[in-house]
């Protein structure tokens, strides 16, 4: 029988570590243990941590951090080769539930049993009796997403940042997708109609796209809802120009596709598809909750697949629909993942387990409100990729502003600054938050970076 770890000697391990926000390595644990356990022991007892979910691993060999369960996921390597995903990828925290769910929908696709899709997922639900959110979470989001507008006609709060929301929303989806416009190529493509240099005209049309369907969904905001011209609509926005036949957008397929990376296989039959379609749509419509509105169908029209592609955009800015319309803060996926969002997908795809998307879900519209709502909620301990790079951000900043860049300068300035003295598996986030702090400078704000109003002012000329 193996020998029982004590209890105390883990707890007094995780205590360390709780003391370290940013993370700590397994010397100084070592050295801040007041037992007797060896290197080696210790070594183990942190692996068992780790396979327990109660502490994050970092980095590979000396070079190992640990961290208590937050904000920051630890680097996997694929079950192909031994290359390790990014080093400090942005990860909800997630429940117990959710790391199981993850760590089932990441081995290896020749360990996952194939599936189809399972109607009686769907058929099990009912609106007002089942609840994929608990009430306490509806509470929650309801308390930091409502806003003073929720009395107004529908879409007022969205129209007062509008402008903000534009540009977020069409980023962050469209970044889920693969996209590599950046934050501020975005801004200049939907300002300015200029498209980036080196990149695929189907990413700018993808943005484009999304700018579409967000001013359906804001100027409509008294009409939409979950009918077959919303969500008909919203698919032929999204996919405009992008679907090998042009007749596809804005219909339900009548071909049978298939989804890269999972075990899933959709249904294929389109008098079932057609079927499942509408008890989504009157699902979706009779729930009350706006909050559990917004997570079902961004649950269920993935794992339906009724379109022959660009469904889970359709998901995601269909998800908005019931908070546009109550006037409660937006949901632009801020900070979210592809990894992060893709793994809870793969959940209810394979697995008709909405736990993980859950905990991506309520992460996601705790982030979103951060930056949209009246109501402004704690996240809890300073993000440690910012602090590691506090000093690098505010001098970008500052010499953007201090050289009057413009958004396409600022946007190379930035993108170089970042390969030169950034860690190379830091970079896109690096270049996300200085382009994220740039857009967001204000006179209130300037003393942060060192600048003088007058710096600032000339800076707003060009910049405009």
Known sequence: MPKQIPKDELEAIL?????????????????????TIQPRMLQRRLALLVEQNRLIAEGRGRGRWYRLPGIVDEPR????????????????????????????????????????????????????????????????LLAIGHSPDGQRPAGTYARQIYDR????????????????????????LLELGESAEGKDALEAQMIL??????????????????????????????????????????????????????????LAVPQLIEEAF????????????????????????????PFEDVNKRVSRLAANIPLIRRNLSPLSFVDVTERAYVDGILGVYELNRVELLHDVFVWAYERSCARYSAVRKSLGQPDPFR????????????????????????????QQMARQRVNQEDVMRFIEIAETELMSLHEGNIARYRLRPSEYTAWRETWK
């Open 77 to 140: 390597a694929s079950e192909e080769d031994d290359t390790p995903v990014a080093f400090g990828e942005v990860y909800p925290p997630i429940s117990p539930e959710g790391a199981a769910i993850r760590q089932a929908v990441r081995d290896s696709v020749q360990n996952r049993m194939p599936v189809g899709y399972n109607r009686a997922f769907l058929d099990a639900y009912r609106p007002n009796e089942t609840f994929y959110l608990p009430a306490q979470t509806r509470r929650h």
């Open 278 to 305: 509408q008890q989504v749509l009157d699902t979706a419509a009779a729930i009350y909750d706006p909050f559990e509105q917004a997570f079902f169908v961004m649950a269920h029209l993935p794992y339906l697949q």
């Open 165 to 188: 929301l534009l540009i977020d929303l069409s980023w962050n989806s469209s970044r889920l997708e693969g996209n590599t416009y950046s934050l501020l190529e975005t801004e200049r």
């Open 209 to 266: 796209n999304h700018k579409a369907a967000i001013e359906l969904l804001v100027e409509q905001a008294d009409l939409v809802g979950f009918n077959r011209y919303t969500l008909l609509n919203l698919h032929a926005l999204l996919s405009e120009n992008l679907l090998a036949d042009p007749a596809a957008c804005g219909r339900l397929r009548t071909i049978a596709v298939e989804i890269h990376g999972t075990v899933f296989h959709p």
């Open 387 to 414: 602090l590691r790079y506090r000093d690098l951000l505010a001098e970008v900043v500052a010499d953007v502003v201090r050289s009057r860049n413009d958004k396409k300068n600022a946007a190379a300035y930035i």
């Open 15 to 35: 205590a360390i570590v709780a003391a370290h926000p940013a993370g700590v390595q397994a010397g100084a644990i070592h050295e801040e243990l007041e037992s």
